[in-house]
């Protein structure tokens, strides 16, 4: 670095953190951080350019909306190696993943046979890296993303069908083996736009010990799930029955909502109209409200982390935890066991059946894409297909705990593994939540509303058919009430 870097001028009319963003750049574009890419801290900025914190937070943050830089939790700010073209003649897949086995799935399948340029992002600035990325025309080839922006990101045109790059292995190898909730959450007007390597469901966490203790089998029902919270609190369990129950758990109160809705046979969308506000939702969040009445669930899970209710199942502060499948490693962590052990600890079971439905859960998966700016769209689908191939995702499975997305590759994990069969059969019959391109704010408004029933703000049903209104809002659906629902079928009573 310079012993005397180039000063900020607060005397001139030009906001200091437009300055300092400046210089930063000129820097970045002279090459001054080609080595590991990495920036001074926040507190070196301010030392060096003797400014206080503000302009220099405002200045990165800035850098980073812009995807020049990427800020990464407790390790600091890079620069984004994907914001400049690499030089003519030297052709590469450019790759942006999260955090979790993607980067080395696609290292792995990459190894001495195609030149990759790979990004690892947080997993919470994962949309606005890739949203950015296209407006400013620099979009990889190929990324990670949330099954649930398929159709968004396929409604503005971001993702290019995987038909038009290889129809005949999507038809022959794609459709025959990977499970079906899956190839369905990654369409979009009927063409594919992800692919998936790996499955999860929401369903209930169990400790095996505190069930034991009452002598009580895992809950298929509600009313097993209602006698069992009851049960426990009696024994002396603190926090018999939690979950992610607000906006703070942001997606995973909406998966496991979405779950225990359809385990009364209740769901949001159905076809190109809103049906949330239904006899079967408000049955759902009665229950729901009913578990922290009677001290089954304690209120405070309205404001739990995503991830708070299993560590307190894992911790043994808690008995059984709506959660999802993709948390077995980090249980198993937590509880000091490896992983093949840990279903001596804990069990795994669908949400319980509601008087109107029969036990349920609902699927998630990352899923990759490939971006209509893509530059190398065949070979970013060669590489993808090197990553989910079933001896590839058998070997990740077996140390993760992790659903592959193919049946092949479930099959060759291990037979001993009697989670991931389970898991699969889950799969096959699992919901899929709402494929909608507005499903952000969908899912936002389905956490306000077990929140604002939770804390008992609002009733079931002025609940629901308040959040009815707001999706068909959002979505520009029209929204179908109970009694327009029944009118079809009084009709036919009649002329029978």
């Known amino acids: 670095m310079p012993k005397h870097p180039p000063e900020i001028d607060p005397a001139q009319p030009i906001p200091i953190y437009f300055q300092l963003k400046t210089l930063l750049l000129e820097d970045i574009l002279g090459g001054r951080y080609d080595g590991d890419g990495r920036l001074p801290t926040e507190h070196e900025l301010c030392e060096r350019y003797r400014i206080s914190r503000t302009p220099v937070t405002r200045a990165l943050s800035e850098l980073a909306e812009e995807g020049v830089v990427l800020r990464h939790r407790r390790r600091g700010t890079f620069v984004n190696p994907h914001w400049r073209r690499p030089p003519a003649g030297r052709p590469e897949v450019r790759i942006v993943v999260s955090e979790g086995p993607w980067g080395r799935m696609v290292k792995d399948a990459a190894a001495g046979r195609i030149r990759i340029n790979l990004v690892t992002v947080p997993r919470p600035s994962l949309r606005q890296v890739l949203m950015h990325s296209v407006a400013e025309g620099q979009a990889p080839d190929l990324a990670i993303l949330d099954s649930v922006w398929v159709s968004e990101f396929a409604a503005a045109g971001f993702l290019r069908p995987i038909e038009e790059i290889d129809g005949a292995w999507v038809r022959q190898e794609y459709e025959s083996d990977f499970l079906p909730p899956l190839v369905h959450a990654n369409r979009y007007g009927g063409r594919t736009y992800g692919v998936s390597a790996f499955a999860d469901v929401a369903g209930l966490w169990y400790r095996r ?117 993709y948390e077995a490693a980090g249980l198993a962590e937590t509880l000091g066991v490896p992983l093949a052990e840990l279903w001596k600890h804990v069990g795994f079971v669908p949400a319980p059946a509601g008087p109107r439905g029969t036990p349920s859960c609902a699927a998630g998966t990352m899923s990759y894409g490939i971006f209509s700016q893509a530059s190398q769209p065949r070979v970013a689908l060669d590489l993808l297909r090197l990553a989910v191939d079933p001896e590839a995702l058998a070997a990740i499975a077996r140390s993760t705990g992790r659903i592959p997305a193919r049946r092949s590759a479930v099959r060759l994990a291990d037979p ?81």
């Not at 408000?282 to 405070?300: C, H, I, K, Q, T």
């Open 209 to 325: 010990r505190e069930l034991e203790r009452v002598g009580a089998e895992p809950p298929a029902t509600w009313n097993d799930l209602r006698r069992l919270g009851r049960a426990l609190a009696q024994a002396g369990v603190k926090r018999p029955i939690v979950m992610p129950g607000g906006s703070q758990g942001a997606e995973t109160t909406a998966y496991c909502l979405i779950a225990f809705l359809a385990s009364n046979s209740a769901a949001v969308l159905d076809g190109d109209s809103v049906v949330l506000d239904s006899p079967a939702t408000v049955e759902a969040l009665r229950f729901l409200r009913s578990l922290v009445e009677d001290g089954s669930m304690p209120a405070e899970v309205v404001a739990y982390d995503w991830d708070r209710s299993t560590a307190l199942l894992a911790e043994g502060h808690a008995a059984i935890s709506f959660g999802g499948s």
């Open 416 to 496: 001993g593994f009697p989670f991931l069969l389970q898991t699969e059969e889950m799969l096959e019959r699992a919901v899929t939540r709402p494929a909608t391109p507005s499903y952000a704010r969908v899912s936002a408004q389905l956490q306000a509303m077990l929140e604002a029933v939770l804390t008992g703000r609002l009733k079931p049903g002025p609940a629901a058919g308040r959040t009815a209104e707001m999706i068909g809002a959002i979505t520009g659906l029209p929204v179908v009430r109970p009694a327009e629902r029944e009118r079809p079928r009084a009709r036919v009573a009649a002329r029978r």
